[in-house]
């Protein structure tokens, strides 16, 4: 073979055990056990190498005939993964009935800036329908429609759900509810009412009841919690045959408190119903505000929550990264995931692909849950007509990292996809600068416990084979969880 190969850039080495490293090759989908001093050997020297070793290393993708052919190989998997997104992947119709919300939660992204208690009227509700009946025009699929806030469902909204899901099921649309869930029981008229064309509901727990009612509470209220409101909405939905994602926004504050929800959601039987999914998130910010006093780095939340996962393996089967889009990238890649291999990733998130619009109770279009109630990030109008700004739009449309120059030489580009693209508009003004947080810390962390996991597994005597690292063409992009409301 040539001995003069070119090595790939796109290759991340991370620590496992004393003697081995687990390699993750961003660019062919490859991930190998090797020994530490592989990598370094094969960039330093290549000619070094045995034969049978280098002709493995480049049936792997970890050797490439030149840089050039590295260009095209990553702009071939840039259009295959932008095409398989776009095939499969309907967009979803984001509707904000109001940007009222009844609790008044210690980390809420949205703060104070949407308390208004306006709710769309009929009027509105017109409109919006008018601009989607005009909008599924040039969708290569029918569109889903997601109910968000605010909170969507309040007594004051009750009216403008029941005909926003009217309206839906007139042209064939599903919807999933994004809600606190503190008004389930008071809307299960409506949703009984619409359940043939309701997909979903999302609703957040953080912990048990001393610890969520600290958190996600009633404004103005000394300790006045939700926590029995909550558990009361999800128990009656998973059994009553609606699917329930229950999100655990997750911070110094409530991590310890992982054991307890779980015992929780083992001994409320939810997963029992099939209805039910659970998953962790850090709570994160996207404005570079980080005076929150239980703030963790995403790393360390994933360092603790594995360590706990690692203490009580049962933790793992109630509460998963499902929700927590860069480690359900690489646990996909790793087989550990919920769903098949989500990569290579170029796109942070829906909202760089547009795969969201957001219609917020102001009359805007936003391409973003996190930027509604902040005109100077809308793409356009629907009401009282539909208006598009294409240039605002052609932004978050085409924003991909291999579009930033930053990201397209990154080790981890399929992973990290350039971070989220609200924040940097936010913190840096410009949308194509890339948001890295702490991205390779957390991969580092979490292959550290999925490795062990997969080795845990494979000594299990009725164990399965452990499946071989899949190929590009085995790429298959899934749709994550909806926003935290």
């Not at 991590?255 to 209805?275: K, M, Q, R, V, Y």
């Not at 290579?344 to 998130?349: M, S, V």
């Not at 930027?371 to 009282?384: M, T, V, Y």
């Not at 292959?447 to 590009?472: E, F, I, M, N």
Request: hydrophobic share 35%.
């Amino acid at each position: 073979m040539d001995r003069s190969m070119y090595v790939s850039k796109y290759v991340s080495q991370f620590d496992i055990d004393d003697g081995n490293v687990l390699l993750v090759n961003a660019l062919s989908g490859a991930v190998d056990i090797a020994t530490r001093d592989l990598l370094p050997s094969l960039r330093a020297d290549p000619s070094a190498l045995p034969g049978d070793t280098l002709a493995l290393l480049q049936r792997r993708g970890y050797l490439l005939p030149s840089a050039a052919e590295e260009v095209r190989l990553l702009e071939q998997l840039g259009d295959r993964a932008h095409s398989l997104r776009r095939g499969k992947r309907p967009r979803e119709y984001i509707i904000c009935p109001t940007y009222n919300c009844n609790l008044a939660c210690t980390y809420c992204f949205e703060g104070t800036t949407t308390r208004s208690p306006e709710v769309m009227d009929d009027d509105c509700i017109d409109a919006l329908f008018a601009a989607i009946d005009k909008l599924m025009k040039n969708e290569s699929q029918p569109p889903t429609l997601q109910l968000f806030g605010g909170e969507p469902l309040l007594p004051s909204t009750k009216h403008t759900v029941a005909r926003i899901l009217h309206q839906g099921r007139r042209r064939g649309l599903k919807t999933n509810i994004v809600t606190n869930g503190v008004n389930v029981l008071l809307f299960a008229d409506v949703i009984n009412a619409y359940a043939d064309s309701i997909i979903s509901f999302q609703i957040t727990i953080d912990g048990p009841a001393e610890v969520h009612d600290q958190r996600r509470r009633f404004p103005g209220r000394a300790n006045r919690g939700t926590f029995n409101q909550m558990v009361a909405a999800v128990d009656y939905l998973v059994r009553d045959g609606h699917k329930v994602w229950l999100r655990v926004n997750t911070d110094g504050h409530n991590i310890h408190s992982l054991p307890a929800l779980a015992d929780l959601i083992e001994g409320a039987a939810w997963l029992d119903t099939g209805n039910f999914r659970c998953g962790i998130v850090p709570v994160q910010t996207h404005t570079g505000d980080t005076t929150y006093p239980y703030y963790m780095r995403e790393d360390e939340v994933v360092a603790r929550v594995t360590e706990l996962f690692e203490q009580r393996p049962r933790i793992a089967d109630a509460i998963s990264f499902e929700y927590y889009r860069l480690v359900n990238r690489i646990a996909n890649a790793l087989d550990l995931g919920g769903q098949e291999y989500a990569g290579p990733n170029f796109h942070y998130c829906e909202s760089c692909m547009l795969d969201y619009l957001v219609f917020g109770v102001d009359g805007y279009i936003y391409p973003c849950p996190e930027a509604i109630a902040q005109p100077q990030f809308a793409i356009g109008r629907f009401d009282p007509a539909l208006e598009i700004d294409e240039e605002r739009k052609a932004l978050w449309e085409d924003r991909s990292a291999l579009k930033i120059p930053k990201c397209r030489d990154c080790e981890i580009v399929s992973f990290c996809a350039g971070g989220c693209a609200y924040a940097a508009l936010y913190t840096h003004g410009d949308i194509y600068e890339p948001v890295c947080g702490d991205a390779k810390k957390v991969l580092a962390e979490y292959v550290k416990y999925a490795v062990k996991k997969k080795r845990l597994a494979a000594d299990r005597p009725a164990a399965t084979p452990t499946p071989q690292p899949k190929s590009p063409g085995d790429f298959v992009d899934q749709p994550p969880p909806a926003p935290s409301a």
